[in-house]
């Protein structure tokens, strides 16, 4: 074939590499006829009249049939979608016709490749998701669950092969994966691509934790490995002796969930107990599955006593994305907490492949979460007039939720989010329950609309003709489809008030001879400081704008014409000196911000939520009154800046000149000792001679949180008092903290 580009021998080898491998996993899910339909589509990626590379420097075909690869092998999914896997990027190039894949592979094929190729428009376009193409991105989403199935797949290929972009390439693509693509891949059950993905986005957006974290693994791990083989053994043993198909092993948890672990426990790393779960999968027969799950953990907590707060029962009722499961929590040798997890073959499949697997086992039913799932974002979808940010925020609510069970009068099962509300039960039933909600019965006791569901929880909700919704309510919702449908109710209520407002000014104007005009209407909206047409309206309609007091301005404006030609000629000629775009005038599309103490014409300040210090790596962000905000690259708010606000994102470095005092807040954890405090002071003040601004301790059974904020000139100075007060005596672990709030 002809190459515009060369292709090296190692290249060719991993193409080679690559297609063996994935006929190799088609052969063990696909029929024969399926295989030959995959390796005439292989056939058509590779005989490409042109080769292309990625941004990554990785060529396009080898690309397409890793991507292929995890298709087939870590989610499950079949002909089509490999197909469609190994073919998007062939037509993206116009090597060939949609039209062309049609006629070879059927109308399937071409449908989930056009979806595909809308995806891959809205990124070359390089725009951030909270923009109108996060609403398009969703709606191709929608049309086929393959489609949301094989760009998780192109996503996780391309965090594996992150190492190979440019450093702001890689922050861009990490934020995106970590704000959209990881929740996505939980929500669908993908829970393997899930964690993956979640340490990968870690290791590039705070690498200096993920690093710490896995150094502290790998020194930990032979004694990890002793314990769960110490812990497994008697388990082992009895499972064998019931005569049980089995096998049972030990599984360290990600990086990213004991970081958060770390964090939600306010806890170093030796103190986190869980850093593993043993898991025993069992080679049932599905109508015995529950009952061998049972039987184990029966075995389980016999041997070691279980915390029964910390039961788990998946197996009764399965999560809506298909998870089954039983999760316990023992006390193990050595007075520590394990979790233990039990399951089948067939759920751990269903774990770890999600939706996919269910397809699988299940012909079909495991669409059913799936297609619920989607129903709730067409909804959100619905109203085109909604507000980006709110929009993206909707959609989030449900990604991570835990559920919770309750019934309604007839039996049914509901399944809602954890921390759904009275009210989210009633907009569940239908929209207009939800309006006209005034409280319902729990259990045959009265409840608020507020109160939260718990499991088991049987509701009856009561109405009201005479109730309207109200903006409270928002407050009151937890559910995406609640805040949908509560905020269009709340839409059309305003509209109606509004439209009677503007019938009763236009009458009440008509009988003093004036006419209500698009102008006089903004003149008004402007002198009664309304943030809307329809909010003036509004005020009019519910008397908290007396319409005497309009007339009263209309009169005023006629007797100060002049005036109001002077005044607007003022407006007009003000209107002229604006304020030119910090971005577009100080900066190239390729420039860096250099941050210099000395720097004139840009306004800039170091921002408060992460405190960025001179060594740190930073970016500015344009704010909305024009200057220019400071912030580390591992800033908290970091990821959602790049994506929700991409394109107010500004490349910036530190001068020479910018070097000088910087305020730095250190977390310190440590035993209660007298004299530790006096101790960590002195390291500061007297052994590094800096200043400090204050120092808090919190004491709480023999172990000590405190806080210390002091001025440093550099990173490097911050790195030397972090080490200095680590070696004091009782100083279990110190950390940079972003602010004290």
């Not at 998007?88 to 979806?115: C, L, M, N």
């Not at 594996?160 to 891949?185: F, H, T």
């Not at 959609?395 to 099962?413: C, H, I, Q, W």
Request: charge should be neutral; aromatic fraction near 8%; hydrophobic fraction near 35%.
């Amino acid at each position: 074939m002809e190459n515009q580009i060369d292709i090296s021998t190692e290249e060719k080898l991993a193409i080679t590499r690559n297609y063996r491998s994935l006929l190799k996993a088609c052969k063990n899910i696909l029929s024969d006829d399926d295989v030959k339909e995959v390796r005439q589509a292989i056939e058509m990626a590779l005989s490409r009249k042109k080769e292309f590379r990625r941004p990554s420097g990785k060529l396009s075909a080898i690309h397409s049939l890793e991507v292929a690869n995890i298709v087939s092998s870590e989610i499950g999914l079949g002909r089509t979608s490999v197909i469609c896997a190994l073919l998007y990027d062939v037509v993206q190039h116009e090597d060939v016709e949609k039209h062309e894949i049609a006629e070879v592979f059927g109308e399937s094929v071409e449908a989930i490749v056009g979806g595909l190729l809308k995806v891959k428009e809205l990124y070359t376009k390089d725009t951030s998701i909270e923009t109108e193409n996060f609403r398009k991105l969703l709606l191709t989403f929608a049309e086929d669950v393959r489609v949301i199935l094989i760009i998780l797949a192109d996503r996780l290929q391309t965090m594996r092969s992150l190492n190979l972009y440019q450093p702001e390439s890689q922050q861009k693509i990490a934020a995106e994966v970590g704000y959209l693509y990881a929740p996505m891949a939980h929500r669908l059950g993908l829970y393997a691509i899930k964690s993956e993905m979640e340490d990968g986005v870690m290791k590039y957006t705070n690498r200096e934790v993920y690093s710490f974290i896995a150094k502290k693994l790998n020194e930990t791990k032979r004694a990890r490995d002793k314990y769960i083989k110490d812990f497994i053994a008697p388990i082992k043993k009895e499972l064998e002796v019931a005569g049980l198909k089995f096998s049972i092993k030990g599984r360290t948890k990600t990086i990213h969930s004991i970081h958060n672990k770390m964090k939600k426990q306010n806890t170093p790393f030796e103190k986190v107990y869980d850093l593993f779960a043993i898991r025993v999968i069992l080679d049932s027969k599905e109508k015995d599955e529950k009952a061998d799950c049972w039987k184990v953990y029966s075995m389980v907590t016999d041997r070691y006593q279980p915390n029964p707060s910390r039961l788990r029962d998946w197996l009764s009722i399965p999560k809506s994305n298909g998870y089954e499961s039983l999760h316990t929590t023992v006390l193990g040798p050595e007075k520590k907490w394990v979790e233990v997890q039990i399951r089948t073959h067939r759920m751990n499949e269903v774990a770890e492949k999600g939706l996919a697997a269910h397809w699988k086992y299940k012909g079909g039913e495991g669409e059913k979460g799936m297609d619920e799932w989607l129903g709730n974002i067409r909804e959100v979808l619905e109203n085109p007039e909604r507000n980006a940010i709110d929009f993206i925020d909707d959609f989030k609510l449900n990604l991570y939720d835990e559920e919770v069970f309750v019934f309604t009068p007839k039996g049914e099962l509901k399944r809602l989010p954890k921390g759904a509300t009275i009210l989210d039960f009633a907009f569940d039933i239908h929209s207009g329950v939800g309006k006209r909600c005034i409280g319902a019965k729990v259990n045959g006791k009265h409840a608020s609309i507020k109160q939260v569901l718990k499991n088991g929880d049987h509701i009856e909700v009561i109405t009201s003709n005479n109730q309207e919704p109200r903006a409270e309510w928002l407050n009151v919702v937890a559910t995406s489809r609640a805040k949908s449908k509560l905020k269009q109710a709340l839409k059309d209520l305003q509209y109606k008030e509004s439209e009677f407002g503007r019938e009763t000014l236009e009458r009440r104007l008509k009988n003093w001879k004036l006419e209500l005009t698009d102008q006089l209407t903004h003149q008004l909206v402007k002198h009664f400081k309304m943030k809307s047409i329809n909010d003036f309206f509004r005020e009019i309609a519910t008397g908290e704008i007396d319409i005497s007091s309009v007339k009263e301005y209309i009169q005023n404006q006629e007797k100060k014409e002049s005036e109001k030609d002077k005044a607007e000629v003022a407006s007009n000629k003000s209107a002229t000196n604006f304020v030119p775009n910090v971005e577009e005038e100080h900066l190239g599309n390729d420039d860096v911000l250099m941050i210099d103490r000395n720097l004139k014409n840009v306004d800039y300040s170091l921002a408060k939520c992460c405190n960025p210090i001179f060594g740190d790596e930073i970016f500015g962000f344009v704010a909305v009154s024009g200057g220019i905000k400071i912030h580390r690259a591992q800033c908290p708010n970091a990821p959602e800046m790049k994506t929700k606000f991409g394109y107010r994102i500004v490349n910036a470095q530190w001068t020479t000149g910018a070097s000088g005092s910087f305020q730095a807040t250190l977390k310190v954890t440590g035993s209660d000792d007298i004299g530790i405090v006096s101790n960590i002071s002195q390291v500061i003040t007297k052994d590094l001679k800096m200043k400090m601004r204050s120092i808090s301790i919190d004491s709480d059974e023999g172990s000590f949180l405190g806080t210390v904020t002091v001025f440093v000139n550099d990173t490097e100075m911050l790195n030397l008092l972090i080490k200095k007060i680590k070696n004091v005596k009782g100083v279990y672990n110190v950390s940079r903290i972003d602010s004290v709030m």
